[in-house]
C-alpha cells in the first residue's frame, strides 16, 4: 500500500503561467471550493485555472 503524498502536499516550488508563463504567488486567495480543496492557481494576467504544480486544468 502506498499514498500519493504529493496529491496532498503544498508545492513548494514556484508555479508558472501553462500559458503565458506568469509566475504564480505563493500566497493566494482561492477562487472556489475546488482551489480550497485541490489548492491551484487561476493566473491574473490570462485567467488560466492550473493546479497546485502549474498545469493547466480543463
Ligand atoms: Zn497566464
Known amino acids: ?3 500519493r503524498i504529493k496529491d496532498f502536499g503544498i508545492n513548494l516550488k514556484t508555479v508558472y503561467c501553462p500559458k503565458c508563463n506568469t509566475e504564480q504567488p505563493k500566497i493566494r486567495k482561492p477562487k472556489g471550493w475546488k482551489e480550497i480543496l ?11 485555472k492550473m493546479d497546485k504544480y502549474g498545469k493547466e486544468r480543463k
Request: a positive charge; charged letters at 5%; one cysteine or more.
Open 38 to 48: 485541490w489548492g491551484g492557481n487561476t493566473c491574473k494576467n490570462c485567467g488560466c
Open 1 to 3: 500500500m502506498s499514498i
